[in-house]
């Protein structure tokens, strides 16, 4: 099988970026284009706020990285927060901890226990309250959540027609926006989290582009996606996430229909990828908080 990957790039005028993504398939290697949402576009980067809580030689300003990592709903904020726990400074630990029960990701939990016999007397009571809000939330069977996503429409605007790819658009972006960490996507039937009042974000997707297409001899499977992100109840649209991804594969291998609907299948997910990566930020604008 021969492949052409593309060399990783950034367009420093538009904000695009692009990356080579690798798959268990092999050495399939899809090409995702990244687009930014339009929200907070002054807010510090997670790598900015990590690098900031990691090598600040000023403690005042690290507890106010780890603090804006929590709010972040990221997943890469959780390695830069726990590595906080460890800060010399018990501020910053204190801050990282508050943090990593803001960020509900309960990967965070043995670090967490590892520190129960801190030093600092505010260390361990925020260490203890942080555990107890995972022990809660596990206790009632999810995860903790600052913010709830209410799936709505997922449709299939291009013209290949075909039920399982509107029902994969949505089985994916379920999981993936339930993965990330203060997010919990409602089952269709659930209307809501009365008890906590949580605030709801509803989220719209589309297939905008599924093709295929020749590249001299190749054959380029390309897609595109985008989400639209609606302020609950009054539906007012507050940001829009998109993501592309393309792969190819060799007219020779075109002709296997086991390989061509793998390629297909990873170049719709890693689409979906893509857009749902830069997906916190916007969710966090769009609950208002």
């Given at each position: 099988?021969?492949?052409?990957?593309?060399?990783?790039?950034?367009?420093?005028?538009?904000?695009?970026?692009?990356?080579?993504?690798?798959?268990?398939?092999?050495?399939?290697?899809?090409?995702?284009?990244?687009?930014?949402?339009?929200?907070?576009?002054?807010?510090?980067?997670?790598?900015?706020?990590?690098d900031r809580v990691q090598h600040?030689?000023?403690?005042?300003?690290?507890?106010?990285?780890?603090?804006?990592?929590?709010?972040?709903?990221?997943?890469?904020?959780?390695?830069?927060?726990?590595?906080?726990?460890?800060?010399?400074?018990?501020?910053?630990?204190?801050?990282?901890?508050?943090?990593?029960?803001?960020?509900?990701?309960?990967?965070?939990?043995?670090?967490?226990?590892?520190?129960?016999?801190?030093?600092?007397?505010?260390?361990?009571?925020?260490?203890?309250?942080?555990?107890?809000?995972?022990?809660?939330?596990?206790?009632?069977?999810?995860?903790?959540?600052?913010?709830?996503?209410?799936?709505?429409?997922?449709?299939?605007?291009?013209?290949?027609?075909?039920?399982?790819?509107?029902?994969?658009?949505?089985?994916?972006?379920?999981?993936?926006?339930?993965?990330?960490?203060?997010?919990?996507?409602?089952?269709?039937?659930?209307?809501?989290?009365?008890?906590?009042?949580?605030?709801?974000?509803?989220?719209?997707?589309?297939?905008?582009?599924?093709?295929?297409?020749?590249?001299?001899?190749?054959?380029?499977?390309?897609?595109?996606?985008?989400?639209?992100?609606?302020?609950?109840?009054?539906?007012?649209?507050?940001?829009?996430?998109?993501?592309?991804?393309?792969?190819?594969?060799?007219?020779?291998?075109?002709?296997?229909?086991?390989?061509?609907?793998?390629?297909?299948?990873?170049?719709?997910?890693?689409?979906?990828?893509?857009?749902?990566?830069?997906?916190?930020?916007?969710?966090?604008?769009?609950?208002?908080?």
């Open positions: 099988m021969r492949f052409r990957p593309r060399a990783g790039l950034r367009d420093p005028c538009s904000g695009l970026q692009y990356l080579r993504v690798r798959n268990c398939f092999g050495a399939l290697v899809l090409s995702v284009l990244l687009a930014a949402p339009s929200v907070n576009a002054a807010a510090p980067s997670v790598g900015e706020l990590a600040s030689d000023d403690f005042r300003v690290r507890v106010q990285a780890a603090l804006e990592l929590g709010k972040t709903a990221d997943p890469e904020a959780l390695s830069p927060l726990v590595q906080a726990l460890n800060d010399p400074n018990a501020s910053v630990r204190t801050a990282a901890a508050a943090a990593l029960q803001e960020l509900g990701d309960p990967a965070c939990i043995p670090a967490l226990k590892l520190h129960r016999l801190d030093r600092s007397d505010a260390m361990r009571q925020q260490v203890k309250v942080t555990l107890a809000t995972f022990e809660a939330a596990a206790e009632g069977g999810m995860r903790p959540a600052r913010l709830l996503v209410k799936l709505g429409p997922m449709k299939n605007q291009t013209t290949v027609k075909a039920a399982r790819i509107e029902a994969e658009l949505e089985s994916e972006s379920r999981k993936k926006l339930d993965a990330l960490p203060g997010v919990r996507v409602l089952a269709p039937s659930a209307q809501g989290d009365a008890e906590k009042k949580l605030p709801i974000v509803m989220v719209t997707g589309q297939i905008q582009k599924l093709q295929a297409s020749r590249d001299g001899t190749d054959i380029v499977y390309s897609a595109s996606v985008e989400y639209i992100l609606h302020t609950m109840p009054d539906e007012s649209i507050a940001a829009k996430v998109s993501g592309s991804a393309s792969g190819t594969l060799t007219a020779e291998e075109a002709k296997d229909e086991t390989r061509t609907a793998e390629l297909r299948h990873q170049v719709l997910g890693a689409a979906i990828a893509s857009a749902l990566r830069r997906a916190p930020r916007a969710l966090l604008a769009a609950a208002r908080l």
